[in-house]
């Protein structure tokens, strides 16, 4: 379906000047004022027509626009900078002229009770297609990766928004940290977050953005990532245990993963747990971390637990506050199943 043709307004640019609003340099504010990017962005997302739509930090309401012309059945703004209500108050009311409905909520995304924003009539089972509900955004840089992380927990637990089944997203993030999240095994950008989005979701970098199209302008490129959660994750590990092995593995990237996955343990049993978990995964010691698949990183998992539920002592161990020494007697157990 064609956008809607929305009553006339102000350009963004004119609002911005209007009301004298400057962007926040310790919120990480960076205003897109050009509409054919908005609209690019929201047309990548899907279709909105009919849908609910969550948009993350509308600021001046660029995107709200190029949402609001797709004709969604619903349309809630989280903003937590209270500047930005005249305008999009003025967007809501020319909204709801022709008939749609947003809401405006005043406060931070992090601190909102995702489960409520979504009504259930579009809910769908987790196997079923993805229901017609879609999260968008133009995140700050200084949110956009922990709050990637957050949701992509809620996902691999199927709670707040994805307690109704699998929301699509579509979010932007600089540059590097968009190729990151969509990186495969062996490619340079490869880490932690490359894990955590595949495992999980299926990333997809649509386009980049240059800086100078934000105002104003930051040191570097924009990119636009979508994200469909997956119907089959990847890993069968919850989320908390496989961020762990993730996190470490990562820990000195370039060197082999036996070093890397030796910080789970206690110095006194390094070599040897390290050594049985490679053993117990069938993978080469030697490998670096960047190269590993999501299978691989599933199997160090598996492993993982079967170390710690045999040795219970070794899941506390935390290697950056403590020295744990495990008993002679478990270390002596330990070195048998390393030469069995």
């Not at 609002?15 to 509409?35: P, T």
């Not at 949701?151 to 994805?162: F, Q």
């Not at 968009?178 to 595949?198: G, H």
């Not at 997956?230 to 890993?235: C, D, G, K």
Request: proline share 7%.
């Amino acid at each position: 379906m064609s956008a809607l043709r929305i009553p006339p307004l102000p350009s963004v640019r004119d609002l911005v000047k209007l009301y004298r609003i400057r962007a926040i340099k310790q919120l990480s504010q960076n205003f897109l004022m050009d509409n054919r990017l908005c609209d690019k962005i929201v047309k990548v997302a899907g279709k909105l027509n009919n849908a609910q739509v969550l948009e993350v930090g509308p600021g001046p309401g660029g995107l709200t626009r190029c949402i609001i012309k797709r004709q969604p059945k619903r349309l809630v703004v989280v903003e937590k900078d209270e500047r930005f209500m005249p305008t999009l108050e003025m967007l809501a009311d020319t909204f709801s002229t022709i008939g749609g409905k947003m809401d405006i909520k005043l406060d931070d995304i992090r601190s909102i009770n995702m489960a409520n924003v979504f009504s259930e009539d579009e809910k769908r089972q987790w196997d079923d297609i993805c229901p017609k509900m879609y999260i968008i955004g133009n995140l700050p840089f200084n949110i956009s990766t922990p709050l990637i992380i957050k949701w992509l927990k809620d996902i691999s637990e199927r709670n707040g928004a994805w307690s109704m089944g699998r929301a699509r997203l579509t979010l932007t993030f600089q540059k590097e940290v968009a190729e990151r999240l969509v990186a495969e095994p062996c490619e340079d950008q490869r880490c932690r977050l490359s894990m955590m989005a595949q495992a999980w979701t299926k990333p997809h970098l649509e386009f980049v953005i240059p800086g100078r199209a934000f105002v104003p302008k930051p040191d570097v490129d924009v990119g636009v990532v979508t994200f469909t959660p997956l119907v089959h994750p990847l890993t069968a590990h919850n989320f908390q245990l496989f961020e762990k092995v993730v996190r470490h593995i990562f820990s000195f990237r370039q060197k082999y993963c036996i070093k890397s996955i030796g910080t789970l343990f206690p110095p006194d049993n390094r070599e040897m747990l390290a050594a049985l978990m490679f053993k117990l995964s069938d993978l080469d010691p030697t490998t670096r971390p960047f190269q590993l698949s999501i299978k691989d990183m599933d199997k160090l998992c598996t492993a993982y637990i079967y170390l710690t539920e045999k040795h219970p002592e070794i899941k506390l161990y935390d290697y950056r506050s403590s020295h744990c020494v495990l008993p002679s007697s478990l270390a002596k157990n330990i070195q048998i199943e390393a030469v069995a």
